[in-house]
């Protein structure tokens, strides 16, 4: 039985020109695991929402779009889905507007909490919650009404890699365990492409392509399609390579000569010194923090969630102010925040900021009559940048940049970042994506519990990790040094 079956479906927001969707056709099976990739702004957000009819986006609609079930949908903003305070309450929400008995309702949620893992979170409050963990309550207050149908719009975004690792792990299971019909937009397709049914390729507002998953890794190789470096670093490598392990064997016939970093000197833009700082009385999240932002260079922090990394940048914009401790800047500082939409006031693109080469650049010229909350995800992350970079600060502050990001759009930021720095600015990211940290960071600092662990230079920050590091020094480790990124692997004449 087919669960989603689209036929000639063309859908435009209210303020726009063009069609987001253009003639998309294609069809899910019950219990198919099909992962949605396109570049941001493709449509592919747009397309999910119109699967579940209460969130679908007002505009002009033709054609078709027939659902066979309920529909379960789960945002790409952890905190979009959250309506109580409580994970008790969470979980019982949509069980309660079912009108089903307390005894009912008291044993779902017991149920539902062991089977994620949050029994021992449920008297707690949600804002104590990991991103992760709250994450996972989303997950959880969905399924806990037996939706047919799993519909999942960039869930791990915002997530740390163990965490993002774990809930996809969790939504395989669901697909496996229950039969969940499990449609997924998502860059993390390390973990999801090899086990996914189908994989549906989205571009312009087009479906180009809805085949198994080596068929489309097929067709993106042999089209040369920039989607390609969506594709898991290790199906890119080799033809017949689909995993780590497999890369790894062929390598070892391979003589690779070893990558270092040359030493130089450097200058500090950015100090916090002995910073400590809590939202609650006696609860710090930052814990005598002590950071060294370089000068002219892509400084970039890594933690798991809740570690600290918005909080740190937060104080340094000045934007909190810390109970103990210094900052000490060279300079004005300007910082996008990790939601985007924070930052829009204006009832169209081109009021929040001034459309020129900077935006042409970050390809978002054809938003620009449009509102700011009717864009895509990438798009809103883009626009936010442009504002930022508008202010002409010395020091940029940029909190989970490459989130909705695409991987030629993750080229297009190293580009603009690079630029800045030979200007003479100085660029501090708190960021998930290590491996945009391992390719274009210059310095990696790794927050753990409200404190800087250590700080290093790129190559041997990585090169010194067994599990938090890039997928390229996963397949070279023990095998050749100093390999962090795809460029190492240009360099060492593999790519």
């Known amino acids: 039985m087919e669960n989603i079956i689209c036929e000639k479906l063309n859908f435009s927001y209210p303020t726009s020109t063009h069609s987001v969707l253009n003639d998309v056709d294609f069809t899910v099976s019950g219990g198919e695991f099909c992962l949605v990739i396109g570049c941001s702004g493709a449509g592919k957000s747009t397309l999910l929402k119109l699967m579940k009819k209460e969130i679908a986006p007002h505009g002009t609609l033709t054609g078709s779009i027939k659902i066979n079930g309920n529909v379960g949908y789960v945002a790409q903003n952890v905190e979009e889905n959250i309506v109580t305070d409580k994970v008790r309450s969470e979980l019982s929400f949509g069980l309660t507007n079912m009108g089903l008995s307390r005894e009912t309702i008291e044993l779902s949620v017991a149920e539902t909490a062991s089977y994620f893992n949050l029994s021992d979170k449920l008297d707690n409050d949600i804002s104590t919650l990991s991103g992760g963990e709250k994450q996972l309550l989303n997950l959880a207050s969905v399924m806990i009404t037996k939706p047919e149908i799993l519909v999942l719009d960039e869930p791990t975004c ?30 993390l397709t390390e973990e999801l492409l090899p086990y996914a049914d189908s994989v549906m390729i989205v571009e312009n507002g087009e479906v180009i392509l809805k085949d ?40 070892k016939n391979k003589d690779l000569p070893s990558l270092h970093t040359e030493s130089e ?33 892509i400084n970039v922090l890594l933690g798991a969630n809740s570690s600290g990394k ?60 449009q509102h ?4 895509s995800g990438g798009q809103a992350q883009r626009l936010a940048l442009a504002k930022v970079l508008e202010k002409g600060a010395d020091i940029v502050l940029l909190d989970e940049p490459t989130k909705a990001l695409d ?16 200007e003479g600015k100085t660029v501090v990211i708190a960021t998930h994506d290590i491996d945009f940290a391992g390719e274009y960071g210059d310095y990696i600092s790794f927050l753990s519990n409200g404190e800087i662990v250590t700080t290093m230079p790129r190559r041997e920050f990585f090169t010194s990790l067994n599990f938090y590091t890039t997928c390229t020094a996963k397949i070279t480790n023990g095998i050749a040094t100093g390999y962090v990124g795809e460029k190492d692997l240009n360099d060492g004449g593999i790519l």
């Open 212 to 251: 198994t998953p080596q068929n489309a890794v097929l067709f993106l190789k042999q089209s040369h399609n920039p989607l390609l470096g969506e594709i898991p670093l290790f199906m890119r490598l080799f033809d017949d390579a689909n995993s780590v392990s497999q890369c790894r064997e062929v390598l």
């Open 372 to 375: 700011p909350y009717d864009i």
């Open 265 to 297: 000197d450097v200058k500090t833009a950015l100090r916090l010194k002995n910073i400590s700082f809590a939202y609650i009385k006696n609860h710090d999240v930052l814990k005598s923090l002590d950071l060294r932002v370089y000068k002219g260079k």
């Open 158 to 187: 915002q997530l740390d890699p163990v965490s993002a690792q774990r809930f996809v792990a969790v939504v395989k299971r669901l697909n496996r365990d229950f039969g969940t019909t499990v449609v997924i937009s998502e860059h």
């Open 310 to 369: 918005t909080t740190a940048l937060k104080v340094a914009a000045g934007v909190l102010k810390a109970h103990h401790g210094k900052v000490k800047t060279d300079g004005k500082v300007s910082m996008l925040c990790q939601n985007p939409f924070d930052l829009f006031t204006k009832e169209r693109c081109e009021d929040e900021v001034e459309f020129g080469k900077i935006t042409e650049f970050l390809q978002i010229d054809d938003i620009k009559k």
């Open 407 to 422: 991987y030629e759009l993750k080229v297009r930021l190293a580009d603009i970042l690079y630029r800045l720095c030979d």
